[in-house]
Every structure is written in C-alpha cells, then in structure tokens.
C-alpha cells in the first residue's frame, strides 16, 4: 500500500457495501436526538423492576433484553444523544453475533465492512486479513441501541445522573429481607428523586460513579495503564482507506485508525501519561501532539487536523472491579472491568457481559440471593474475563517497540502465526445471546 498524502474530506465514494439484510424494515436514517420518554418525578412514584445506569452498548442491550422479557425497566443516561465516545468504533464477529442473536443485527446495517488490519511500526508494516468486522460511530451505535431499548417498552432519562444509596440495617444475611434498592437522580436543574427498584445494573463505565457510594466495590487500576484517547477527523490523507484497521504503535502508546459510516476517520489511542504534553498550547491538552508522534515515529502520514480538532480523554484503561455484583446491583461493561482492546473486543466484552447477566436479573427481581453475586462472577470470567487475557498480552507486547519491530517482521514473512490469536480475539459465541436458561443457582450446603 502507498502513501497518498492528497487530502480527503469525508466522500461517500469511499463507502464500502452495507453489511445486514438491505431488506431489513428497521429505519437506518442517523439518529439525530432521543428525547426522554418519562421525567424525573413520574419515574420516582413508580417502583421499577430493574433501573439501568448508563446508556452504553451494554446498558442498553441489557435494557432491551429485560423490557422484552416484561420487566419494568428505567434506563438512565448522564448525557444527550447522539454523543461521541472514545473508542475505536470497531465491531467484531462476536459483537455481530450478540447483535444478531437478539435481533438487533438491524443497527449496523448502514457500517464499513471491515477486511483487513495494518500495522505500523519502525519495523515495517505488517497486513493481515481480518474478515468479518464492521467499523460505526459511536454517536450512531449507542443512539440505535438506545432507541432499541425503548422501542422494547425501556423507559428512557437521560441528562440525568445516577447514585445508588447504601441499605441501611443491612444484616449481612444471605437473603435480605428488603427487596428494593434505592437510586437518587439528578438532574441539571439540581432536582433530586429518589426511585426505587429491585434490581440495578451499574453500566456506566470505567469509574463505575453510580456505585461510589457503596464501600463493598472498590477497583484496582494497573499501574501502568496507559490512558485512552479519541477524537473524529473530516479531514486527512487518501492514505487512511475505508475497509481497513490501521494502527501505528511506537514509544508513548498505540493510535488505531478506522473510517466510519459518514467517511469520516475515527481515531482512538491508548497512550503514556508521560508521554502527554501537559503544557502544550492547544486544545487537546497534549493528546492531539502525543497521538501525532506516536503515528509520525511508525510512519503513517501526517494527520495536521488532529492538532486543530476537539480531543476526548479517559481515565487509565486497564483496571478491575470486585465484587462485579452485590445486594441487587451488577456491574456490567466496563463498569466490570477493562483492558485495552484493539479490534473491536471492547464492544463485544459489553454486549456479551448484558446479555449474560439478563437471566441472573431476572432471578433477582423474583427474590435475591447471595449466591447470585458468585454466580454472575463466574459467568462474567466465563464470558468476559477470561478472554481479555489475550489483549492484556498483545497490550504488554506493544510497550516494546524493539519487540513489535521484530514480531511485525517474522509475521509478515509467516502469516499464518497471527492467525490463532486473530481467531481467539474474533471468537463467536458458543451459544445465543438470546437464551432464557438461567444459570443453576445452588445454595451451599
């Protein structure tokens, strides 16, 4: 592949075909708003089933599982959609399945089919063949998912946070005698409401704020995790084709560069904080700069929009959460735990942990048991946990450039080396997300 530093804005000549059913009769115009579908004060009189905190992939899927199951179901957002989120906008075989799986297949009808990934480096450029991927903006992702969760019957509150309130008399019995947990929202005009609810599912994200109030979660964050990046470019080098997972990875982090729907070019990055710039007279607070380097030093083309546009940050990345559920609440996404992705894993690490946890809900709203919280620990490892190894490896991998120098070179002479790992990062489920069995709760004894 050549360099082609002409510069490109946004053509929809790019597009690649849809992947879906053309004959879907789901509508796949861009969701420009959602408006909430209930206000703070009328969610207070009702007592919910279930309340979802964090409209993500993860807690809009399980949303729209639960209300389609007849649960009362409330999904609380702290923002407005559509909104941009850090990520690399990538989604894998896996995720397409999960979607598939539940009907829900129908919201990335309109993506870029992905074919191939490139990686850069000092070493040279390795390219693989990664078939079966797709690559949406997240403005339009989580807004579909979103209106698929009301469409479902979810009741819908966004531009509203969310606190879950400890139990007070809690007696640390294996059955609690209350069944309700209480959640208090807030919104911009400071009016606070308490709800009630059975269940909760904690989906808010890496900081997992909504449970800061109960002491029995705490997070370890890896010392060395890098901290994510992202911003969305209209303007950049021919170079950057659609179809493609482009990476560049050298010293101070890794930057993954994919376009999307509309043609723009999604750019993500985990990068060092040391690496960050901190005094930079810009308005990306370094991130732009750092992102820079890291593409120049594996020898991509100049991207100068990236010190113009608007940059996103995160908190470090890398990090765990115990427990992943405790008296009626469950954390799911990467409320549960997060490690750094690179095609596409962290969208199917969410939807699988929402379609897992939905059963163990609904044995939770019919009466809580302590054993569910080991349960949905062992199906969180099971169906999430155990699989973020794999990229835990590669993301300590590329923190040694001489190392992805040399790796870069023996694959491309031996293709057929990457391909286990590819097959593992892009598994597809064994079953459907779709199933009603609920794990087998036991009571010890």
């Not at 408006?35 to 009328?42: E, G, K, L, P, W």
């Not at 339009?140 to 966004?158: E, M, N, P, V």
């Not at 959640?183 to 059975?198: F, I, N, P, W």
């Not at 549960?336 to 709203?365: H, K, N």
Request: glycine share 8%; charged share 20%; with cysteine.
């Amino acid at each position: 592949m050549s360099h082609d530093d002409s510069p490109v804005q946004t053509p929809r000549s790019h597009h690649r075909q849809a992947v879906g059913d053309s004959s879907d009769t789901h509508a796949l115009a861009n969701v420009t708003a959602i408006d909430a579908t209930i206000n703070v004060s009328t969610a207070a009189s009702i007592h919910w089933d279930v309340v979802v905190i964090g409209a993500g992939p993860a807690g809009s899927m399980a949303a729209t599982l639960m209300a389609r199951r007849g649960l009362r179901t409330l999904l609380v957002e702290r923002r407005t959609f559509p909104r941009y989120k850090v990520c690399g906008a990538c989604l894998n075989p896996l995720s397409l399945s999960l979607l598939d799986a539940v009907g829900l297949g129908h919201v990335v009808a309109d993506a870029v089919s992905l074919d191939r990934f490139c990686l850069q480096s000092r070493g040279g450029t390795l390219q693989l063949e990664l078939p079966g991927s797709v690559s949406l903006s997240r403005e339009q992702l989580d807004a579909r998912l979103a209106q698929a969760a009301i469409d479902a019957g979810a009741a819908f509150l966004s531009e509203c946070s969310a606190k879950v309130l400890p139990l007070e008399n809690a007696n640390g019995m294996g059955v609690i005698p209350t069944p309700l947990r209480e959640v208090e929202l807030k919104t911009g005009t400071d009016d606070r409401q308490a709800v009630h609810t059975a269940v909760v599912i904690a989906a808010d994200g890496l900081t997992h704020g909504c449970v800061s109030r109960l002491p029995e979660f705490s997070s370890h964050v890896v010392t060395t995790s890098r901290l994510g990046a992202g911003t969305v470019v209209e303007e950049f080098p021919a170079f950057f084709e659609p179809g493609c997972i482009y990476m560049s990875s050298a010293r101070g982090g890794y930057v993954g560069l994919v376009r999307l729907e509309d043609g723009r070019l999604n750019v993500a990055a985990a990068l060092d904080a040391s690496a960050l710039d901190t005094s930079a007279d810009d308005q990306s607070g370094g991130l732009g700069p750092a992102a820079g380097r890291v593409m120049q030093s594996a020898g991509f083309p100049e991207v100068p929009a990236l010190h113009d546009v608007e940059w996103f940050g995160t908190p470090s990345l890398t990090r765990s959460t115990r427990p992943l559920a405790s008296r009626r609440v469950f954390l799911v996404g990467d409320a549960a735990g997060y490690v750094e992705p690179f095609t596409g894993e962290g969208i199917a690490w969410a939807l699988s942990s929402a379609a897992s946890v939905v059963p163990l809900v609904q044995l939770a709203c019919d009466r809580w048991d302590s054993m569910l919280e080991r349960v949905w620990h062992d199906e969180w490892q099971r169906n999430v946990g155990r699989h973020q190894g794999w990229c835990r490896g590669l993301a300590r991998l590329l923190r040694h450039p001489t190392a992805v120098s040399t790796l870069t070179r023996v694959v491309a002479a031996c293709p057929w080396l990457a391909q286990p790992v590819l097959s593992r990062l892009n598994r597809t489920p064994r079953r459907s997300a779709s199933r009603n069995d609920a794990p087998t709760v036991r009571k010890a004894g």
